[in-house]
């Protein structure tokens, strides 16, 4: 299983910005991104499988940027122009197959998150 360390985490004014990484044992095939707010369901915000193919979800797309680079097995979420609600704990995960949307499957690997919190 693939072990994933997240990073950059942090606390930030509406309107800026933060960069997380994660550190992954090996690369998979299909990286990304999730989070979960109190109270809510976890949901994807953007993956990008082996060949650089991104998926964002509507509320991320234009403001979230997902990128990877496989040779220091390190997956990014560039976050700018952050809103209150983007307030969650933010999950890096690794599996087999990027699905429509910002689904991962096939053996999927998960960091312990780390927080991101937005204030006005």
């Known amino acids: 299983q693939v072990q994933l360390v997240e990073s950059g985490g942090g606390s930030v004014q509406v309107g800026g910005s933060l960069r997380l990484s994660c550190a992954a044992s090996r690369r998979g095939s299909c990286m990304g991104w999730f989070r979960q707010a109190p109270g809510k369901e976890r949901e994807g915000v953007a993956t990008v499988d082996i060949t650089g193919r991104t998926r964002y979800s509507d509320s991320v797309k234009g403001r979230f940027t997902v990128s990877r680079d496989n040779d220091k097995n390190t997956l990014y979420l560039q976050m700018n122009s952050l809103r209150l609600e983007d307030t969650a704990m933010y999950y890096c995960?690794?599996?087999?197959?990027?699905?429509?949307?910002?689904?991962?499957?096939?053996?999927?690997?998960w960091g312990q998150g780390t927080r991101v919190t937005v204030y006005s």
């Open positions: 995960a690794a599996g087999l197959f990027c699905l429509p949307g910002t689904s991962i499957a096939g053996s999927t690997s």
